[in-house]
């Protein structure tokens, strides 16, 4: 079993930025792939990134060149530093584990999941 806590949330304006944390715990992490993902007010779950163990990332198209992937693998953490950010970028962001180690974009793929953490972004 691996447990999951996301933190770095909050309300930031336009342009801003925000770096999300998410903590794992319970099994080797190493190993694992690390996604971000993001759900906004009346729709689906959506992929935003996803770190393997060797540190392949790849980007949603919509958030690329703005936000970056990254893992410490000493600290079984996973890091989601966001810049520039958009008022479109405003939802819950969720991080998962891919225990396969693939690089995988869809949410079925994942198969642990934290509880979320809210990014707002303000005008």
């Known amino acids: 079993q691996v447990q999951l806590a996301e933190s770095g949330g909050g309300l930031v304006q336009a342009g801003g930025s925000l770096r999300l944390s998410c903590a794992a715990s319970?099994?080797?992490?190493?190993?694992?792939?690390m996604g971000w993902f993001r759900q906004a007010p009346g729709k689906e779950r959506e992929f935003v990134a996803t770190?393997?163990?060797?540190?392949?990332?790849v980007y949603a198209d919509s958030v690329k060149g703005r936000f970056t992937i990254s893992r410490d693998n000493a600290k079984n953490t996973v890091y989601l530093q966001m810049n520039s950010l958009k008022l479109e970028d405003t939802a819950v962001y969720y991080c998962?584990?891919?225990?396969?180690?693939?690089?995988?974009?869809?949410?079925?793929?994942?198969?642990?999941w934290g509880q979320g953490t809210q990014v707002t972004v303000s005008s």
């Open positions: 998962a584990v891919d225990v396969t180690g693939l690089v995988r974009r869809q949410t079925w793929a994942y198969d642990y």
């Open positions: 319970g099994r080797t992490f190493s190993g694992y792939s």
């Open positions: 770190i393997t163990r060797s540190g392949s990332t």
